[in-house]
């Protein structure tokens, strides 16, 4: 947990730089505080070198998954910016039956 915060802090400043909306400052800074890559790479030394027990490796890999899903799961619910996701209103486009369209 202390991983993530620490990320957070240091994210959202340079986030913020670039992105001005609120949503998108918390958005992106939540998607990028994960550290599963590196998490998982490191438990996998520390297994494969005789540093951890199985079960210990068990416990740090759930911990790095947990530790990336929780904040993308809350970036996604909670700070999606939504100005950025296309219009996809089907009342203004043509329908299309066989390929060709119903206006022409």
């Given at each position: 947990m202390g991983k993530v915060l620490s990320k957070i802090f240091g994210l959202y400043p340079f986030v913020s730089a670039f992105r001005k909306d609120t949503n998108e400052r918390w958005y992106y800074t939540l998607l990028m505080s994960t550290g599963l890559t590196f998490g998982t790479i490191s438990a996998l030394y520390g297994l494969s070198h005789g540093l951890v027990s199985q079960e210990q490796y068990s416990f740090l890999v759930a911990a790095v998954i947990a530790s990336?899903?929780?904040?993308?799961?809350?970036?996604?619910?909670?700070?999606?910016?939504?100005?950025?996701?296309?219009?996809?209103?089907?009342?203004?486009?043509?329908?299309?039956?066989?390929?060709?369209?119903?206006?022409?």
């Amino acid at each position: 947990m202390g991983k993530v915060l620490s990320k957070i802090f240091g994210l959202y400043p340079f986030v913020s730089a670039f992105r001005k909306d609120t949503n998108e400052r918390w958005y992106y800074t939540l998607l990028m505080s994960t550290g599963l890559t590196f998490g998982t790479i490191s438990a996998l030394y520390g297994l494969s070198h005789g540093l951890v027990s199985q079960e210990q490796y068990s416990f740090l890999v759930a911990a790095v998954i947990a530790s990336a899903v929780v904040p993308t799961m809350i970036a996604g619910l909670c700070f999606v910016p939504t100005h950025l996701i296309p219009d996809t209103d089907q009342s203004i486009r043509p329908r299309r039956l066989n390929g060709v369209s119903e206006e022409g």
